[in-house]
T-cell receptor, first 112, second 114 residues
Framework: DAKTTQPPSMDCAEGRAANLPCNHS???????VYWYRQIHSQGPQYIIH???NNETNEMASLIITEDRKSSTLILPHATLRDTAVYYC?????????????FGAGTRLFVKA | NAGVTQTPKFQVLKTGQSMTLQCAQD?????MYWYRQDPGMGLRLIYY???????DKGEVPNGYNVSRLNKREFSLRLESAAPSQTSVYFC?????????????FGPGTRLTVT
């Protein structure tokens, strides 16, 4: 599976949009981009995933560039409860895709 | 639904002791996983089970064994605990083999080996 690069930390003001970038320049055609987050001491929580098109759900939006080499997770109106570590993961759909590799992620601080 | 449950929540072991971490899921998922997370680090995959009856090594399998007891349960055993195995252990499950799927995680077991 392709590796990802994320900034180690970011700040965001409460109520503003949080835009978390992820670089995955070695992504291959059948690999999806997944985002998870981990609030302090809890197990990771799935947020969203996508292949080519932009995706939106009740938690967030995922914007994937046309060349698929990078993506951005958008939390439209960040709250204090969104303070967490956010993981960007790239994984294929074949059996090797079981080996989901979590990197260090981006620690997002939402400030009042 | 309880989702993914793990027992115990906390455990302290002495070096050389053994123990088994238990994990169960009630979502009828085929695949289950064990991860460890050291302080300030991301998760690392220890073992996974793509389906009932199969298990495979992940990134850091040394010092661990697993058993997929049935479709619901996946246990992790430390035969002879070492201080380097002090960590938080997360179990996860997911729906299908391959394809697109998300993983659901349990609350974790905090293990200290002295």
């Amino acid at each position: 599976d392709a590796k990802t690069t994320q900034p180690p930390s970011m700040d965001c003001a409460e109520g503003r949009a949080a835009n978390l970038p992820c670089n995955h320049s070695t992504i291959s055609g059948n690999e999806y981009v997944y985002w998870y987050r981990q609030i302090h001491s809890q197990g990771p929580q799935y947020i969203i995933h996508g292949l080519k098109n932009n995706e939106t759900n009740e938690m967030a939006s995922l914007i994937i560039t046309e060349d698929r080499k990078s993506s951005t997770l958008i939390l439209p109106h960040a709250t204090l409860r969104d303070t967490a570590v956010y993981y960007c993961i790239v994984r294929g759909t074949n059996t090797g895709g079981f080996k989901t590799i979590f990197g260090a992620g981006t620690r997002l601080f939402v400030k009042a | 639904n309880a989702g993914v449950t793990q027992t115990p929540k906390f455990q302290v072991l002495k070096t050389g002791q053994s123990m088994t971490l238990q994990c169960a899921q009630d979502m009828n998922h085929n695949s289950m996983y064990w991860y460890r997370q050291d302080p300030g680090m991301g998760l690392r995959l220890i073992y996974y089970s793509a389906s009932e009856g199969t298990t495979d090594k992940g990134e850091v399998p040394n010092g661990y064994n697993v058993s997929r007891l049935n479709k619901r349960e996946f246990s992790l055993r430390l035969e002879s605990a070492a201080p380097s195995q002090t960590s938080v252990y997360f179990c996860a499950s997911s729906d299908v083999a391959g394809g697109t799927y998300e993983q659901y995680f349990g609350p974790g077991t905090r293990l200290t080996v002295t």
